[in-house]
């Protein structure tokens, strides 16, 4: 049985006194542990989508199912990681940032503590649990984001675009990480880029949607063994037949 | 750093030096009597007395209780109400219309009242800073709570935050710049308030005292020694309390730059 299950979602926004149909119809599901990432170009509604799964928006029409019952607002068996580095409490150091959801669980100090540099750890900041987010790269900024999401034990990690402000370097070296974290937490995780390499590159499944309105084209299960040679014939292969979709 | 120091205290002196040159040359001018516009070679030593007497420590500790008193209402009151100006609307609709007809009316305007209520001596001066600092407090902590970055919230609700705790880890120290620069504004406004409200309404003791007393006794010279006082003490609460408090919070995390030096 699917993890998250879409049943005809449909969302419907006014702007300027025009209504808008941001999404039509989408429906799809998610496996628990599997990778799944959407594609697509601005304005698919892709960012739309992620909101509801993450309760922030509900959906005008049709419902999301998350274990089988019925999606309501937030909750913490979701861990979201937003594209602008600003996500980050600049207040808060790295390991008291990832401890946040801790808190709210209501995980006494010392299990908080350990918790937060067990994870932090994983996406190799062991170092760096005593700076603040000011300090660090865009690229580090983004892993303690990513430790946050994961050190309260969401089933489901929601990523939109995390890595598509940072260089093509550094991207290529947080997909790695990335795909190394998932391999070792086994989250089910729902991943909105508009980078087809890195879809091909991260994913057990690529959603493709198209724009006016927002609906799903088709999907393309990526069958290619980890770790992904993003040179190989057969990822250009994939490559090639995402973008013949969009 | 050091190289930086030295750059700004070479800036000070040129520009102290300079201000000082053009005393000099209006005191000598014969514009006014010696009386009137004295030499600083008059005004140092009776500063150089005041100090080494130790009356003016007893002026500027008057001074600084009724201000710091006045202040530490303002911020009881205007700190949570400002944060509630910015979380409820009714708050916001109930209080602005006040705030703006209220902040506008200059604090010594309010110096008669004060003084048919409180009589003459530190509570008129007290309610005085507390008008004069409450506004800003007010009007910036509101402001911040405005300003926090609405990622910040998404994130701490996507982590399950919500109600008290999003306000008391979120949104207070997300809007922590702006509460801190409504303080640095009130306390900027309290001494023109206690200052002013003291050649009024204090009796025997303050800096505002002493500089309206001095009028009195045609002591033009006491009265330019307290007001370089004044400016002293004001650079020293900026350098010592709000750079201070600026560098280890919002400065160490970022939020702001702080001034160097």
């Given at each position: 049985?699917?993890?998250?299950?879409l049943?005809?979602v449909s969302f419907?926004?006014?702007?300027?006194?025009?209504?808008v149909l941001a999404l039509s119809d989408v429906a799809f599901?998610v496996?628990?542990?599997?990778?799944v990432c959407v594609v697509g170009r601005s304005g698919c509604g892709k960012t739309t989508l992620l909101n509801i799964l993450?309760?922030?928006?509900?959906?005008?029409?049709?419902?999301?199912?998350?274990?089988?019952?019925?999606?309501?607002?937030?909750?913490?068996?979701?861990?979201?990681?937003?594209q602008?580095?600003?996500?980050?409490?600049?207040?808060?150091?790295?390991?008291?940032?990832?401890?946040?959801?801790?808190?709210?669980?209501?995980?006494?100090?010392?299990?908080?503590?350990?918790?937060?540099?067990?994870?932090?750890?994983?996406?190799?900041?062991?170092?760096?649990?005593?700076?603040?987010?000011?300090?660090?790269?865009?690229?580090?900024?983004?892993?303690?984001?990513?430790?946050?999401?994961?050190?309260?034990?969401?089933?489901?990690?929601l990523m939109d675009e995390?890595?598509a402000?940072?260089?093509?370097?550094?991207?290529?070296?947080?997909?790695?990480?990335?795909?190394?974290?998932?391999?070792?937490?086994?989250?089910?995780?729902v991943y909105v880029t508009h980078n087809v390499a890195e879809a091909v590159?991260l994913a057990?499944r690529i959603v493709i949607m198209t724009p006016h309105p927002g609906t799903v084209k088709s999907q393309i299960?990526?069958?290619?063994?980890?770790?992904?040679?993003?040179?190989?014939?057969?990822?250009?292969?994939y490559q090639?037949r995402v973008v013949a979709d969009l | 750093?050091?190289?930086?120091?030295?750059?700004?205290?070479?800036?000070?002196?040129?520009?102290?030096?300079?201000?000082?040159?053009?005393?000099?040359?209006?005191?000598?001018?014969?514009?006014?009597?010696?009386?009137?516009?004295?030499?600083?070679?008059?005004?140092?030593?009776?500063?150089?007395?005041?100090?080494?007497?130790?009356?003016?420590?007893?002026?500027?500790?008057?001074?600084?209780?009724?201000?710091?008193?006045?202040?530490?209402?303002?911020?009881?009151?205007?700190?949570?109400?400002?944060?509630?100006?910015?979380?409820?609307?009714?708050?916001?609709?109930?209080?602005?219309?006040?705030?703006?007809?209220?902040?506008?009316?200059?604090?010594?305007?309010?110096?008669?009242?004060?003084?048919?209520?409180?009589?003459?001596?530190?509570?008129?001066?007290?309610?005085?800073?507390?008008?004069?600092?409450?506004?800003?407090?007010?009007?910036?902590?509101?402001?911040?709570?405005?300003?926090?970055?609405?990622?910040?919230?998404?994130?701490?609700?996507?982590?399950?935050?919500?109600?008290?705790?999003?306000?008391?880890?979120?949104?207070?120290?997300?809007?922590?710049?702006?509460?801190?620069?409504?303080?640095?504004?009130?306390?900027?406004?309290?001494?023109?308030?206690?200052?002013?409200?003291?050649?009024?309404?204090?009796?025997?003791?303050?800096?505002?005292?002493?500089?309206?007393?001095?009028?009195?006794?045609?002591?033009?010279?006491?009265?330019?020694?307290?007001?370089?006082?004044?400016?002293?003490?004001?650079?020293?609460?900026?350098?010592?309390?709000?750079?201070?408090?600026?560098?280890?919070?919002?400065?160490?995390?970022?939020?702001?730059?702080?001034?160097?030096?």
């Open positions: 049985m699917d993890q998250i299950e049943r005809a419907e926004y006014t702007a300027n006194g025009r209504r599901g496996g628990v542990s599997e990778f993450a309760g922030f928006l509900t959906p005008t029409k049709g419902e999301v199912l998350m274990d089988g019952k019925t999606l309501h607002g937030r909750g913490l068996d979701r861990g979201v990681v937003f602008d580095f600003a996500q980050l409490f600049p207040w808060r150091t790295a390991q008291r940032n990832v401890e946040f959801g801790l808190e709210m669980k209501g995980v006494p100090r010392d299990e908080r503590a350990a918790t937060a540099r067990r994870f932090l750890t994983l996406v190799g900041l062991d170092k760096f649990t005593g700076a603040y987010p000011h300090e660090l790269s865009g690229g580090m900024q983004q892993r303690v984001a990513i430790a946050r999401a994961l050190a309260y034990n969401p089933s489901v990690l995390p890595f402000a940072l260089d093509a370097l550094t991207r290529e070296d947080m997909q790695r990480l990335l795909a190394d974290v998932w391999r070792e937490t086994k989250k089910t995780v590159y057990d299960t990526v069958t290619l063994r980890r770790p992904r040679d993003p040179l190989s014939i057969e990822f250009l292969e090639k | 750093m050091s190289r930086g120091l030295a750059r700004f205290f070479a800036g000070a002196v040129a520009s102290f030096g300079l201000a000082a040159v053009v005393w000099e040359a209006f005191a000598w001018s014969g514009l006014f009597s010696p009386a009137l516009s004295p030499s600083l070679r008059v005004i140092v030593p009776t500063l150089v007395g005041m100090v080494s007497s130790g009356m003016i420590f007893l002026h500027i500790g008057y001074t600084l209780y009724r201000i710091l008193w006045g202040l530490a209402l303002a911020l009881l009151l205007g700190i949570p109400v400002g944060l509630l100006m910015g979380r409820f609307k009714a708050a916001e609709r109930f209080v602005l219309p006040l705030v703006s007809v209220l902040s506008p009316i200059p604090s010594l305007a309010w110096v008669p009242v004060f003084i048919l209520w409180f009589g003459l001596g530190d509570a008129a001066s007290i309610a005085l800073v507390f008008y004069a600092a409450t506004f800003p407090v007010v009007l910036n902590t509101w402001t911040g709570v405005r300003s926090v970055n609405r990622l910040w919230i998404r994130a701490a609700q996507a982590m399950g935050a919500g109600g008290a705790d999003l306000f008391r880890k979120v949104v207070l120290p997300g809007s922590l710049p702006f509460v801190i620069a409504g303080f640095r504004q009130a306390f900027a406004r309290s001494w023109i308030a206690v200052v002013g409200g003291e050649m009024i309404a204090a009796t025997n003791w303050g800096l505002g005292w002493v500089i309206f007393d001095s009028k009195e006794f045609l002591r033009a010279d006491m009265m330019l020694g307290t007001l370089i006082v004044i400016g002293v003490l004001g650079v020293g609460f900026e350098r010592l309390v709000f750079q201070q408090l600026e560098r280890r919070t919002v400065g160490r995390w970022g939020m702001v730059r702080t001034a160097k030096a």
